[in-house]
């Protein structure tokens, strides 16, 4: 059976492996863990010069990036709206998360939020690369938890054949909605 430990790295392009290194450390004070850089692609034997960067994310998370200059310039997915695909970070708690904000700020990053999500806050700011970063706590109760745990499969099932939002869990943003 697979037993899965944690996530070991999760791996984004960026178009300046620099200028991405500068940019988490000197914005999310991220250690720069590893640079790795080859001619070939060791998975498929390609010829294909890569700078692959990892990052340290706090408690054994690693965020990895690759510049890869002879392909095309990197752009997003035009299909999908800029704020699905993210990268999310966890800060401790609200204090952290307001105290980011300023900081990210005065780092001259332009920061949206904080937006309240009924069991998470976060705050919204986009990398030198375009990838849109969440930083965001936890606020919810445990029981808030175990209650959207419960409800997920019926929701899963819901969606499957409406396409239409089930409202098992509508209670997350109801008060957002009403001002």
Known sequence: MIDIKQIHH???????????VAFYK?????????AIAEDKVPSTNEADPYMHLF????????LAFFELPNSPKMDRDHNTPEWVQHIAFRVEDETA???????????????????????????????PNG?????????????????????APAMIEEWS????????AAWLHEKEFSK
Do not use: W
């Open 10 to 20: 999760v791996a984004y392009r960026c178009n300046d492996a620099k200028e991405t």
């Open 26 to 34: 000197d914005k999310l004070n991220m250690d720069f863990l590893v």
């Open 55 to 62: 990052l340290d994310a706090g408690a054994g998370n690693i």
């Open 97 to 127: 998360l307001m105290s980011a904000k300023e900081e990210l700020i005065a780092k001259g990053v332009d920061v949206l939020g904080p937006t309240c999500h009924g069991i998470i806050k976060s705050i919204y700011f986009f990398d």
């Open 131 to 151: 990838h849109r970063l969440e930083l965001t706590c936890v606020t919810g109760t445990s029981e808030q938890m175990a209650e959207l745990k419960r409800v």
């Open 161 to 168: 054949v409406t396409k239409k939002a089930p409202k098992h």
